[in-house]
Each structure stands twice: as C-alpha cells, then as structure tokens.
C-alpha cells in the first residue's frame, strides 16, 4: 500500500491511500500540549524564569536563595534530558499518528481511516454526500490549512479531512461536488459569483436591535431606578458588569459570524462566515428542505430577515465549534432573500411567487387574500397572529407564513415534504378549528399553520397529499446519484 | 375533520387488553406512591391522604374507562399513493405520509403485546416529526403490512 501526502487534488481520486498535512496531529492533540507548556511557564516565571533571565542578563547578581532554585541547579542536566525525551517522545506519537491517519476517494466512496490505539475507519458513499464545508480555525489559517468537512444526510454522519493546505481542500471539495472525477480542468473550473455580502456593520446593527438588547435595557433602568431610590451605588457595578458581558456578547458574535458571503458557484450555494476562524459551507439546491425567512420585532424598523433552512444533513461532534450552517443569512434585506431564494430554488420560483413573497416581506403584517387562513373565530385560539396565518399551494411550493411579534415565511418545494398531518386538541375542536403540520428534515424551521378552519384544513391537506404526490412520482429516482429532474 | 372519505381500517380489538394491563400497571405504580402520606400520617386520622387516594384512583378508573373509545379512534387505511393513520379522541391527528418518503418500517413487539399476537407497526421518514406508529396489529397483518410497503416504498423511491 503506497501512501504519500496529497498534493494535488487530481491525485485524490486515483483510490489511493493518501495521507494530510504532517501538522495535523500538532494541530488537533498540539494545542493540548501548548497550553500545558504555557501553564507550566506561567507557574514558574516567578520563581525561576525570571530571576535566572535576570542573572543571564546581568541586571541581577546574585540568584535567590530558594529551594527550588537550588534543586535546578543540582539537577540540571536531568531536567534536559528529561524535557528532550519528553519532546522526542511527543514526536514520535505525532508522527506515528500521522502515518496512520489516512484517506481514500474514488468513484464511489469516500474512506477516513485513523488512530494508534483506537482505531477508526469511516467511509462515506460520494452520492449520499450533502455538504461540504472549508473550515479554517484561526491556527490553521494563520499556517494556510484548513479542513474539509463532507457531510452525507443524517445525524453525525460526516466525513472530516484535517488538515488540508487551503487550495488542495478547495479543489478537493470542487472534485467531489462535481461528480465525475476524470474532468477537472483548469477550464472547468468556474468563478464564483457573489450575490450576498452582509456589511459589518448591518450585522452589528443587528445584534444591537434585538430583543435581548431592549431586555436589557429594561433590567438596566429598572435597576438604575432602584439605585437612585435607595441611594446604594453599589448596584451601579453590576449595570457595568451587565454591559462588559454585552460588549464581550457582541465582539463574540461578530467574530464568529462577521464577514458573511453567499456566492453561487456552478448552481451551488456557498456559504463564507467568520473574522478570524473561518468556514466555508457549499451547499447544492437539492439539499435545501425548506427556507424560512423570520423578523424578530425590532428589527420591522429596518426591514431586515433573517434567512434559515433545513438541510439533509447534521453537522456531528466533530464540527460542533463551526457555525450552524442551517443559517443562509444572518441579516438581509428583502432584495437579498428574494434573490438568495431564486438561487436556493432554481426553476421552482415563478414570478407570481416571487411577487407573493416579496409582498409578504415588505408587509409581514398585512392581511392577504388567498390561500388557506384562519377565519375570524381563529382568533380565540391565536389572539394576535391569527388574522397572519397562510398557507397556499403554489405550482411545486408550499408557502407559509405565520407569528406577530417574529414573523415567519417559508417556502418548501412539494417534492421536499416527507410526510402532512392536520390535528386538533379540545381548543381547536370546540372552535371548529384545526391545526396543520408539514413535516420537514431536522433544522431550526418548523412548518405549522394553527388554527384553520376545520373543513378548509382538511381539503388543504387532501390538495397538499396530491400534490406531494405528483411532484414527488415526477422526479426520477437514480439509484447512483441520487435525485434527478 | 371530517373522515366520511376514507375507508378506515381499524386496529385489532384485543389491543384494548395490552392497553388495559399496561395502563392498569402503571396506574397501580402511581396508586402505591399516593398513599405515601397515609403510612406516614397513618391511616385512622388523615382525610386528606383519603381524599388523595380516592381522587387518584377515580382518575385511573376513568382513563381505564376511556381505553375502548381511544382504540377505536385509532385507524389507517392504505391509498392509492400514500398512507394515512389517525389516532385521538381529545388530541386528533391524522398524518399522511407518501410511501415514496417511507425510508424503513419498524415490527415492535412489547412482552404483553407478544402473548396477545399482537405488533406495532412504525414508519419512518426523514423527518423526525412524522411519527407514525400503528399499534395493535396482528402479528401477520403487521409482516404483511411491512413487506407490501417495503415493496411500494422501492417501486416509488424518490430519494429525500
């Protein structure tokens, strides 16, 4: 079995075992191994570090008369030789971890194989993948690595290479999403085009007009109020103490989600996040299950959404620290969800949508004709948003739209739902009313529509069924590669 | 929801007995633990651990009761292009799932379950929120049910 380093993408699909990056194993166990030497450095500046630079330096003449300080002295040369074994030895684990630590691509499948002493080997099917992420953590950025995250439908189940040299895990990533792996030309490859870019400052604007903001500036007047009552300035310390966490809260965010970029690169989404720590998430339309577009109250003001979807795919422990990649857009404004929805959705959004939801986004609070709502009685069961609550079918999509206080509109493709129900607790029953619940992959949106007329609901889901049915039987299924139109 | 369009198949009427013993042990479990405050206080002078003890055991005759009308809202029926279950009596629901999305289908069978001949049949899809599962089906009702859906779920297979 010949193994070698990867060094060009084109190597990678010859079914080969190739191995990563000869850093990987510093960088995954490493950190572990810096942060106990800076530990112990921090334990003994004082006591011995420093007064020994001292005396090298000459600013001191005489080394302090210390216990410790003497048992160097006395054992010196088996402190070297014991540090020296300790680093030969921490070398020899990673280089061994490196030879083992191995992977395989062809045709078909996708093969991680790692470990000394728990040994593990994971293979992922090529057709099965969902998406695929480019993860940059601040270390292996600032050295030009990153790491390729491959994710198939389903809880866990991801294929990670780490680490890769940047434009090796780009081009890998372009390999596998391509398909073929014969036809990677430098022709082939397109540029990606960039549709959304979120400006920092909307994003901070954001974070700063949220609910959590107005929650804390009620506690701080309320507290500053007491304050002044009871003449006690001690409380003020922990109003300054609330806004260093918020400050710390919104420099946080920022990092992790400023930056943030759409583009679409040969019909795929692709998704760029991150200051410092960056992660690169592509994102073929096909996998997208549903798009939900929410406004929290504050922001109405600006007319900003915020774009989620539910993919096929769940990020598993080991991308737990990336950002979630549910989230298309953090903030955008209408324009952009419109646009993004058209890229997400190619061919599914006829103009007649597009003019819906665009009118919908402009007016979330407005009440529309068509579709199935909620009749006046709704109101007994959803006092403030009942008069909001849609559904319609359109040519291929399920529109929703439903909450007062956070909006919420989703478009699912019919060819997306795996399954409807329509139910009703006594509340429902005693009104008329009933409730409807298409159900979607795992992800942060949910598609329900409450308090419906109980007749109307029942047709809707009848209409729904044959409609998820015949969207569904007009996409052929291929064994190989998945869903094809 | 009105079910005069659908040609209801009901579940085994013996699934009232798994429900009876199961909810009859478990009603017998929470009984035990109510009647704590009258070994403490002693039975001779606590009327309220009385009260408590009464009230429960009312409760659990009235949910045995209830068991023949839940069984019997229980109900599928295989369509031309999908599956449909409902279930409830307080709390409704009727689910359809369309038997290209059917990713497996789960045969359960409970001890008690088992000594009536009874199994539980589950679907499942990729979507967690699906939840459809028919209890109470006779063990060769329940195969039989599984084998042809396997059948039609690979004739209709349409990926996720």
Redesign the interface.
């Known amino acids: 079995m010949a193994q070698s380093t990867l060094r060009q993408a084109g190597d990678a699909s010859s079914g080969q075992w190739h191995r990563l990056h000869p850093l990987t194993p510093v960088l995954q166990g490493g950190v572990v191994v810096v942060a106990v030497l800076t530990a112990a450095v921090f334990i003994l500046w004082e006591n011995l570090i420093l007064p020994s630079l001292l005396v090298f330096f000459g600013v001191d003449d005489e080394l302090p008369d210390q216990d410790l300080w003497r048992f160097v002295q006395e054992f010196l040369g088996w402190i070297a030789v014991s540090a020296l074994l300790l680093v030969v030895v921490l070398v020899v684990i990673f280089w061994l971890q490196w030879r083992v630590h191995v992977f395989r691509m062809d045709e078909d499948v996708i093969d991680v194989k790692k470990g000394l002493l728990v040994k593990t080997w994971r293979q992922a099917r090529r057709d099965r993948v969902n998406t695929i992420g480019v993860r940059r953590p601040l270390l292996p950025r600032l050295l030009g690595l990153a790491k390729l995250d491959i994710q198939a ?1 389903g809880n866990d189940a991801n294929v990670v290479l780490e680490y890769l040299p940047v434009t090796l895990a780009q081009d890998l990533r372009r390999l596998i999403l391509q398909g073929d792996v014969s036809e990677l030309s430098e022709e082939d490859q397109e540029q990606p085009q960039r549709e959304v870019d979120v400006p920092l400052f909307r994003y901070v604007g954001s974070l700063v007009a949220s609910v959590e903001t107005v929650v804390l500036l009620a506690v701080i007047t309320t507290v500053s109020i007491f304050a002044i009552a009871v003449g006690d300035l001690a409380v003020w310390l922990a109003v300054v103490l609330a806004l260093f966490v918020y400050v710390v809260y919104l420099v946080e965010r920022t990092v992790r989600w400023g930056n943030f970029v759409v583009d679409s690169l040969s019909g795929d989404l692709r998704v760029s996040v991150g200051l410092l720590a960056t992660s690169v998430e592509t994102i073929p339309p096909q996998r997208i ?1 549903t798009l939900e577009f929410s406004q929290p109250w504050p922001w109405k003001l600006f007319g900003w959404w915020r774009l989620n979807a539910n993919l ?1 795919s769940q990020p598993g422990a080991a991308t737990n620290k990336a950002p979630e990649h549910t989230v298309i857009i953090p903030v955008a404004t209408v324009a952009e969800v419109v646009k993004t929805v058209g890229l997400g959705m190619p061919g599914m959004i006829s103009g007649e949508v597009e003019e819906l939801v665009e009118g919908m986004l402009l007016q979330p609070r407005k009440r529309r004709a068509g579709g199935l709502g909620s009749p006046r009685r709704g109101r007994w069961r959803n006092p403030l948003s009942a008069h909001l609550t849609m559904a319609t079918l359109q040519p291929g999509l399920v529109v929703m739209r439903r909450g007062l206080l956070t909006s919420r509109i989703s478009v699912t493709p019919l ?2 739902i ?9 509340w429902h ?1 005693a009104l008329g009313l ?1 409730h409807i ?1 298409l ?4 992800g942060p949106v ?1 598609l329900r529509a409450s308090a419906l007329d ?2 109307d ?2 047709k809707w ?1 009848e209409e729904l ?2 409609a ?2 015949t969207a ?2 007009a ?1 052929g ?1 291929h064994p190989s590669r ?2 094809q139109a | ?2 079910d005069t369009d659908v040609q209801w198949q009901s579940v085994s009427p013996r699934y009232r007995a798994e429900l009876i013993v199961i909810t009859g042990i478990a009603w017998l479990i929470i009984l035990a633990a109510s009647s704590v405050p009258l070994w403490i206080v002693g039975p001779g002078d606590s009327v309220w651990g009385w009260f408590i003890l009464s009230a429960v055991a009312l409760i659990g005759l009235m949910v045995l009761g209830f068991i023949p009308r839940r069984v019997r809202a229980l109900g599928y029926a295989l369509r031309e ?2 599956i449909v279950f409902r279930r ?1 009596v ?9 038997y ?2 059917l990713q497996l289908v789960d045969v359960g069978r409970g001890p008690i379950a088992r000594a009536l001949g009874l199994s539980q049949l589950s679907l499942v ?6 939840g ?1 599962s028919i209890p109470g089906l006779p063990l060769a009702t329940a195969d039989q049910l599984r084998d042809h859906l396997i059948a039609l779920a690979e004739t ?5």
Do not use: C, K
């Not at chain 1, 795996?418 to 006594?426: F, L, M, R, T, Y």
């Not at chain 1, 159900?439 to 795992?442: E, Q």
């Not at chain 2, 209709?156 to 996720?160: D, E, I, K, N, T």
């Open positions: 439908a299950h096929a060819t997306r795996q399954s409807a129900s329509v139910s009703q607790g006594p029953r009933s619940h159900h979607s992959v795992a949910s109980s007749e609901a029942r889901w069924n044959v998820t049915h569904v039987s996409v299924y998945g869903e | 929801m009105s292009d999908d409830g307080i709390f409704r629901r009727i689910v359809a799932v369309p290209g999305r899809t990729a979507a967690a929120s699906s459809v209709r297979r349409a990926g996720l």
